[in-house]
């Protein structure tokens, strides 16, 4: 039974010998003093076809807590239970990259088997660029090799710090292995996997820090806000009122195209392709965001082309374009994804609306599988009322006495 030592046990531990923690993990205290783990099994002789015990080192305590010792102990028993052999499988894993395909080489194949089915290319270059940048000591390592040790050396420096970040590369990295074994490229356990494992020891995500939201302009003040995109030129401010005006995120307003809107029907239907959540998106539009539309109508070149052009041909606008517009609009350090929230807010706070309609408005997915099962449709006539409320609300002035003010100064 494994589990007889712990922390305390083990400093006071200082006669040389060997001490069983169970599931053939024991802690070794060396004469002189040093103490490391090391995992004990049989293995059947060649030469006579007897089992013979043997005896492998996982490393020194000072390298190799309880915890990892237990885990890599577990996996090596998996694998001799398997029929592999746990004495090979660790001298590949210290060798690096000998006794199979690296990790690197597994990682682009597997890129190159799933690309298709991402929404961009974007998409392939963050995967391989995050393990490139943050993973860079699994690569060159065999992928039959990779143990629990290896992962966490990986993910400890970055948990606590860029949590977020970790999370998604864990499951990167669990991926990867996944397909490696897929292939037969390797045996045993995942050691990237979370439930069951690495939740045991790492902290979760929520409990390492609070989530962190994007700050936002309060809905009471919205109106002065857009008075003032209202006054200022530049197609940035447009971007960012008709962003507000639609509660679409800032690369769906920013890659706008003529041909995904419909001025007569006042629907403009976003592509499954720029969404986050891979779905095609309606978006009903009020009066203020067709004004917006018909601003910015002379500046169109192509039935294709962005609603709203960055500086060059065909480039769209920058983020930080919209943000520089905000900033001058008054918005504090509120971001443009934090106006999203602020519209949320306003449909709690100020509006009858049920929750599932704001949801839908801003295109997100419902967590609950069975009220989406009968929920199919995407209240589009009842959302468009929802955005002609919030387009009044958004060009009202701060004032509660004073009148509607106008897109653009006159």
Sequence with gaps: MAGKLNTLSIK????????????????????????????????????????????LGLGSLELVTLAEAR??????RRLLRQGGDPLGAERARRAGHAG???????????????????????????????????????LPLSVAAIDTSAVLAV??????????????????????????????WR????????????????????KVAAVEHHPAVPWQDIGAVMARLAESKGTAARCLQFAILTAARSGEARGARWNEIDLDAGLWTVPASRMKAGREHRVPLSAPALAILAEMLPLKRRPDGLVFPGGRPGALLSDVALSKALRAAGGGDATVHGMRSSFRDWCAEATAYPREIAEAALAHSNPDKTEAAYLRGDALDKRRLLMAAWGEHCLRSPD???????????
């Design 400 to 410: 509660a006495t004073a009148a509607i003010v106008p897109l653009r100064r006159a």
């Design 100 to 138: 199979g395909r690296a990790f690197a080489e597994v990682m682009a194949l597997y890129i190159d088997a799933h690309k298709a089915g991402w929404r961009s290319e974007k998409h392939g270059r963050q995967w391989q660029t995050s393990l490139e940048l943050h993973a860079a000591r699994l």
């Design 71 to 76: 885990a890599r102990c577990l996996e090596l």
């Design 155 to 184: 993910l400890r420096p970055l948990w606590n710090e860029k949590t977020e970040t970790a999370s998604r590369l864990r499951g990167r990295i669990e991926n990867v292995i996944a397909f490696a074994t897929a292939r037969g």
């Design 12 to 55: 006071r531990i200082t006669k040389p010998g060997n001490y069983c923690d169970g599931g053939a993990l024991y802690l070794r205290v060396a004469p002189s003093g040093a103490k490391s783990w090391c995992y004990r099994f049989k293995k059947r002789d060649p030469l006579t076809g007897k089992d013979k015990q043997t005896w």
């Design 187 to 206: 045996v045993g356990e995942n050691p990237a996997r979370w439930r069951g494992h690495l939740d045991r020891l790492l902290l979760a995500k929520a």
